[in-house]
């Protein structure tokens, strides 16, 4: 009858108090009277707190009471003894040892209406793994029933209690994991206890704590999940899409949105850049390519470093193309002459890459390259050794998969596919750069503009003239700072003259933050050169039809182009927002868009509340039909207006871009109407939604990324051309 009326939990009453066996009396009453003082959090019941109080004057009253405590000692002792005789611990001699008291974890008996009590205890003495493993199964419908039938106090009261307690748990062993740098456990700590409280819908308060812990966690819980090994993929997945949503809600890695993690715009570039050397070239370039086209400059910069690098490693001049490409957007807005020189090396393109070593404000990294040209007509000789150390040194550590890689011009001259990609560039497959094009290098004035420099790779495989061209191709050793360093005079003497040194690293390294003050770029470049290796020959015939297809082709795309350029400015041509941008709220369930006729007409008097309804409606269903599996984002445009418009296609194209997409449930309904009383065309409706979303990733549910919501939202409605649309909204509870 005991047992029914009691529960055994892993307390005693020394750790009650917090107290160790050896303890006085004036500490125990010390501890006891500050226990008492310390008030749990305001969201717990009054049963909750009462309990605890009577534990601990349980607790008290036993301690403080000599004979009281001899006897309880002597108890808990025999408890120990009897638990450490049936489990013996070897020790490195072969014998057996039994603990000692503070080495075990007494337990107690107590009423089982002071379990609610308890469980909070054992939460602000750090006991996180006995708070979950006692309070979860009373959650669990197969047990609920002993909460039912009010064993523990009032059932509605108890389960509120043992779900804040859970939840307070999760939360303080997710900060004590994130301490021990273990993130990724963390950021699971978290959920399940967010995950708790969404099911109970119990304790906004608590679930913003949490909530706000996440987004802070989430950057150090990125760098663990890309660190780890390539075969874990995953894992490394769910690092880019966490990723992928931080840039969403910043609008960029130079955007000015907030994601909640605490990071200025520098520390987010920072944060950029440590997380670069825990991804692989290919996955550099494409992640960073998609970046570039928001547009982002920083990003533009980053897909030109992997592109250089997948490359020349690589063997495929074809991504050298693009970066050139790239490099044509930024050297409108600051100097990347360095970076163009060596691109138009690598591709063959001596006269150009001439040109761009003129144009280039780099004092001390010309001083260098100059250096090294003496005895040559031109500056080839040192530009080669510039191009060697600076992706040895520069370019490569950046990268995962290319750190260990060396970099050497004559292997990569010498390769067949490099030679016949640089065969086959001739003037129709690139065209001489314009000055509208390049700034900050004009087009040449010579017949020989754009044409092929089949000598280009002989020159830097063995060029006759000088000893500093031989030594532009053997050197690649010594130190070696970012792109744009010069000599310094003051260590000149102490370094090989092959070397670059650091004096003027600082300049360089300020490239990436220096853009971050730029303006936005125009519409992306796309590369007219396709991957893959190129063929050997071309007949005659061969070069005639493809040039009929192409004509062909060109044709019938370039329609096409237009409206994609069209749309990609309306795109990038929206305003930045101000403020918190999730990257989802409301959405709709997967249910079919109704045609645009089918979207009611608004009179000219104040909207009423079935169109109200209607209106909502059909942006949950708009929502849900965009970020779902056919992403019909087109279809925003039917019901959403400035700013959320562009916000909403962004978010859309991200989660496609990351193969993904949610699926939605929608409970509505619409609780209030007002239409404004000076412009008859705006009006504000309150609406409940409850939601349940579902986020598939690969085709797999990712339940920790799927929730649901009961929220109270205020839209911001106007009519445009007899038509109400959603021009914004507010969650107000």
């Known amino acids: 009858m005991l047992g029914e009326q009691t529960v055994r939990i892993p307390l005693d009453y020394y750790k009650i108090l917090g107290v160790p066996m050896s303890a006085t009396e004036g500490q125990i009453s010390q501890a006891y009277h500050d226990r008492a003082l310390q008030l749990p959090r305001r969201e717990y019941s009054d049963a909750a707190i009462n309990a605890r109080k009577q534990l601990l004057d349980q607790a008290y009253e036993v301690l403080s009471d000599q004979q009281r405590r001899s006897e309880y000692e002597a108890t808990i002792k025999k408890e120990i003894t009897v638990a450490t005789q049936s489990v013996e611990l070897p020790l490195s001699g072969g014998e057996s040892s039994q603990t000692g008291i503070e080495e075990n974890n007494p337990e107690i008996d107590i009423p089982k209406p002071l379990f609610v009590g308890a469980l909070l205890l054992l939460q602000e003495l750090g006991e996180y793994d006995y708070v979950l493993q006692l309070g979860e199964p009373y959650l669990d419908s197969r047990h609920s029933i002993s909460l039912d039938k009010g064993i523990f106090g009032d059932p509605q009261l108890i389960r509120a209690d043992i779900v804040l307690t859970l939840a307070l748990a999760c939360l303080e062993l997710g900060r004590d994991q994130w301490q021990q740098g273990q993130y990724e456990n963390a950021a699971t700590s978290g959920q399940v206890g967010q995950k708790l409280l969404l099911k109970e819908n119990l304790f906004p308060g608590v679930r913003g704590e949490i909530q706000t812990d996440l987004y802070k966690l989430r950057p150090y819980q990125i760098l663990e999940l890309l660190a780890l090994p390539e075969n874990q993929v995953k894992d490394r997945e769910k690092g880019l899409y966490l990723l992928q949503e931080m840039l969403t809600e910043r609008g960029g890695i130079d955007g000015t949105g907030n994601d909640q993690s605490g990071l200025s715009v520098d520390d987010f570039l920072r944060f950029i850049q440590q997380l670069r050397t825990y991804l692989t070239a290919t996955e550099q370039q494409e992640f960073f390519e998609a970046e570039s086209r928001r547009p982002s400059a920083v990003a533009t910069y980053l897909a030109i470093y992997a592109l250089l690098g997948r490359g020349f490693t690589e063997r495929q001049p074809q991504y050298i193309y693009r970066a050139k490409e790239l490099l044509v957007r930024l050297a409108k807005r600051q100097d990347v002459c360095l970076e163009q020189a060596v691109c138009c090396l690598l591709l063959g393109e001596t006269e150009q890459a001439s040109q761009a070593l003129e144009h280039s404000k780099e004092k001390e990294t010309l001083d260098f390259i100059r250096e090294h040209s003496r005895n040559s007509p031109d500056l080839l000789p040192g530009l080669c050794l510039y191009a060697e150390q600076w992706l040895q040194k520069e370019v490569f550590p950046h990268f995962r998969d290319l750190a260990s890689q060396t970099a050497s011009l004559k292997v990569y001259f010498a390769d067949e596919d490099v030679q016949t990609y640089l065969e086959q560039l001739t003037v129709e497959d690139t065209p001489a750069p314009t000055s509208d094009q390049w700034a900050v290098v004009e087009a040449p004035q010579t017949q020989e503009t754009g044409k092929l420099r089949p000598q280009a790779q002989q020159y830097a495989i063995n060029r006759s003239q000088g000893e500093n061209a031989k030594g532009a191709i053997s050197s690649g050793k010594g130190s070696f700072t970012p792109m744009g360093s010069g000599l310094n005079s003051e260590k000149q003497a102490s370094l090989p003259n092959t070397d670059l040194t650091n004096n003027q690293a600082s300049r360089r390294q300020q490239k990436l933050k220096e853009q971050l003050q730029t303006s936005p770029l125009g519409v992306p470049i796309s590369g007219n050169v396709p991957p893959g290796k190129f063929k050997r020959k071309k007949t005659a015939q061969g070069k005639g039809l493809n040039l009929l297809l192409l004509s062909l082709a060109g044709l019938l795309g370039l329609g096409l182009l237009a409206w994609l350029v069209y749309g990609v ?131 797999e549910l990712r339940d920790s990324a799927s929730y649901r919501d009961n929220l109270r939202v205020r839209y911001d409605l106007i009519r445009q051309e007899s038509r109400w649309k959603i021009r914004g909204w507010e969650v107000l509870s």
Do not use: C, M
């Not at 400015?569 to 409301?586: E, H, I, K, M, W």
């Not at 309804?613 to 445009?637: F, H, M, S």
């Not at 962004?650 to 993904?660: G, V």
């Open 569 to 699: 400015v309306r795109a990038f041509s929206a305003p930045s927002l101000d403020g918190t941008q999730p990257l989802v709220q409301l959405d709709e369930p997967p249910v079919p868009i109704p045609p645009i006729d089918a979207v009611q007409e608004g009179s000219e008097g104040e909207i009423d509340s079935a169109t109200a309804e209607e209106t909502i409606r059909t942006w949950l269903n708009v929502k849900g039909a965009a970020l779902g599996a056919n992403y019909e984002i087109e279809q925003l445009e039917t019901i959403l207006v400035e700013p959320e418009l562009s916000r909403w296609r962004e978010s859309a194209i991200a989660t496609q871009r990351n193969n993904a997409h949610w699926q939605y449930n929608h409970e509505l309904s619409v609780e209030s109407v007002q239409t404004s009383e000076t412009e008859p065309d705006q009006a504000s409706v309150e609406a409940n939604i409850d939601e349940t979303a579902q986020f598939y990733q690969g085709g």
